[in-house]
C-alpha cells in the first residue's frame, strides 16, 4: 500500500470567522479519505496561538475526535508553529517538546484574518510546504473587497456602486464622511469591513443615522471600510477549482423564505433559522448557468487564484448580473454552498478534497520550476 500523505488540517484562527472555521475543519476532517490520508489538525486560537494536535482536536465535536489516529495526534501537547525555513518544513515543536514533524500539504481551513488573507499562505510559502488554496496574492487580493473589485472590474466584469475610505479619516472628520457617502452612494447602503467575510460586521443601513452606527461597526473590524449602494437581488453562487485551467461547478442560490431574513447576515448563513435555504442547481435558464460559469472563471483568474473560490453573484430582477465577491476560501461546512454545489455537480467532497491536494503539489512543483538565482 503506498504510504498515506500527511496533510496538516490548520483551523480556528485570528479572526471573526474562528467559529466557522472550526465547522468548516470539522466537515473536512470528516469527508477526507483516510485511507489516503493521515490527518494531523493544528489550530489557532483567537489570540495567534498554536496549539498541538492532541490539543487541537479537543476542538472539534467528539465523533469527528473518534476518527483521528491516537498515534498521529501523539500526546505531546507543547505548542507548534511552522518556521519559514524549507529545512524545517512541517511542525515544529516549541519549548521542551520534541521537535519536527514532517508535513506533505496544509489544508488551510481558515476563513478570513489571518488565514484566508495571504498572511499564512505566506509563512507556508516561506516554508516551502505545499498547501490547498490560493496563493499570498490571490488571497490577499480577495480577501480586501476594495482591491477584489478593481481587479474584477479590469477584467471587464459588471460590479455595483461602491467606494470606500479608511477609519482615519471617519474618525477625523464624521460629517465629512457622511457627506460624501450620501453624495456618492446614497440610501440604503451597505457597509462593510474590507477585509472579512461571513457577513461578519455588514449592515445595511437605510438612512443616516444607521449609516453612522453601521459604520461604528465596521471600523472595530478594519482600517478600511467598503460602501455599496443596495442590489436588490437574488444571490447566486458558483464553486470553481483549479490551477491555470479552473473548473466551474452548476451554481447554487439563496432562496429567503422569510421577509425577517432581511439579507445573508452571520445567523442567517450558520444558524439553520429555516429563513433561507441553498438550492442547487440555482432556478434560472442553462444559458444564465453558462454565463456564471464563464463569469466565475473569469473572476478567479482575475485575482490570479489558484486551488479552489467561490464566486458569488447578484442576478438583479432585471436580468442582470453582478458579481459581488470572491471568496477564497469559502466555508466547508455542513450547511455550506461549496460541498453542496459540487455535490449537485456530481463530484463528493471527498474527491474534491482529493482533488485539492493534488492541485496543492502540482502548484508546488509548478513554483519549485522558478530559479531562484541567477
Ligand atoms: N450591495 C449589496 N446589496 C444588497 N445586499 C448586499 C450587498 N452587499 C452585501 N449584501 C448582503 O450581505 C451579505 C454579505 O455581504 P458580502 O459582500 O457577501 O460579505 P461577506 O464577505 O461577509 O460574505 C450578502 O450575501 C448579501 O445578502
Ligand atoms: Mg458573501
Same mark, same amino acid.
Given at each position: ?5 500527511? /496533510?496538516?488540517v490548520i483551523f480556528g ?5 474562528h467559529e466557522v472555521s472550526v465547522r468548516s475543519a470539522g466537515s473536512v476532517i470528516e469527508a477526507i479519505?483516510k485511507?489516503?490520508?493521515?490527518v494531523v489538525p493544528v489550530a ?7 496549539l498541538?494536535p492532541a490539543a487541537a482536536a479537543e476542538l472539534l465535536p467528539a465523533a469527528t475526535q473518534r476518527k483521528l489516529s491516537a498515534?498521529t495526534l ?10 519559514? +525555513? ?18 506533505? @500539504?496544509?489544508?488551510?481551513v =481558515? ?11 505566506? *509563512? *507556508? ?11 499570498? #496574492? ?9 482591491? %477584489? ?27 465629512? @464622511? ?12 451597505? @457597509?462593510?469591513?474590507?477585509? #472579512? ?13 444607521? =449609516? ?9 473590524? +478594519? ?16 464553486? @470553481?477549482?483549479?490551477? +491555470?485551467?479552473?473548473?466551474?461547478? #452548476? ?19 450558520y444558524a439553520s ?14 444559458? =444564465? ?5 464563464? %463569469? ?25 448580473? =453582478? ?5 477564497? *476560501?469559502?466555508g466547508l461546512t455542513d450547511v455550506s454552498?461549496?460541498p ?9 467532497f ?8 493534488? *492541485?496543492? /503539489? ?13
Open positions: 500500500m503506498p504510504k498515506k500523505l500527511r /496533510i496538516g484562527g485570528r479572526s471573526g470567522e479519505d485511507s489516503k490520508y493521515e489557532i486560537t483567537k489570540e495567534g496561538k498554536w498541538a498515534q501523539g500526546a505531546d501537547r507543547h505548542d507548534v508553529a511552522i518556521v519559514g +525555513d524549507p529545512s524545517r518544513s512541517g511542525l515544529t515543536t516549541l519549548g521542551d517538546g520534541s521537535g519536527q514533524r514532517g508535513l506533505d @500539504v496544509v489544508f488551510p =481558515l476563513h478570513g484574518t489571518y488565514g484566508e488573507d495571504g498572511t499564512l499562505q505566506g *509563512l *507556508l510559502e516561506m516554508a516551502s510546504i505545499p498547501f490547498v488554496g490560493c496563493a499570498t #496574492l490571490a488571497s490577499a487580493c480577495g480577501m480586501d473587497k476594495v482591491t %477584489m473589485k478593481a481587479l474584477f472590474k479590469e477584467a471587464g466584469l459588471p460590479i455595483c456602486r461602491h467606494t470606500f475610505f479608511l477609519r482615519s479619516e471617519w474618525e477625523d472628520d464624521r460629517q465629512k @464622511v457622511l457627506r460624501r457617502l450620501k453624495r456618492e452612494i446614497g440610501f440604503p447602503c451597505f @457597509v462593510k469591513p474590507a477585509n #472579512l467575510g461571513s457577513s461578519v460586521g455588514v449592515s445595511k443601513a437605510p438612512d443616516s443615522a444607521s =449609516l453612522a452606527r453601521a459604520i461604528d461597526l465596521a471600523a472595530r473590524y +478594519d482600517r478600511k471600510i467598503i460602501i455599496e449602494e443596495m442590489v436588490d437581488a437574488r444571490e447566486i453562487e458558483c464553486a @470553481v477549482i483549479g490551477n +491555470d485551467k479552473p473548473r466551474a461547478s #452548476l451554481p447554487g442560490e439563496y432562496v429567503i423564505h422569510e421577509e425577517s431574513a432581511r439579507f445573508l447576515d452571520y445567523t442567517e448563513k433559522t429555516g429563513n433561507v435555504e441553498f438550492i442547487v442547481p440555482a432556478r434560472i435558464s442553462k444559458s =444564465l448557468i453558462k454565463r456564471i460559469q464563464k %463569469m466565475a472563471a473569469i473572476a478567479y483568474k482575475s485575482i490570479d487564484a489558484s486551488g479552489l473560490s467561490r464566486v458569488d453573484f447578484f442576478l438583479q430582477h432585471n436580468g442582470e448580473l =453582478l458579481v459581488n465577491e470572491i471568496n477564497t *476560501l469559502p454552498g461549496f453542496k454545489m459540487w455535490e449537485a455537480t456530481g463530484i463528493p471527498a474527491q474534491i478534497i482529493d482533488e485539492l491536494i493534488e *492541485l496543492a /503539489i502540482e502548484r508546488h512543483r509548478e513554483r519549485a520550476r522558478n530559479e531562484t538565482s541567477i
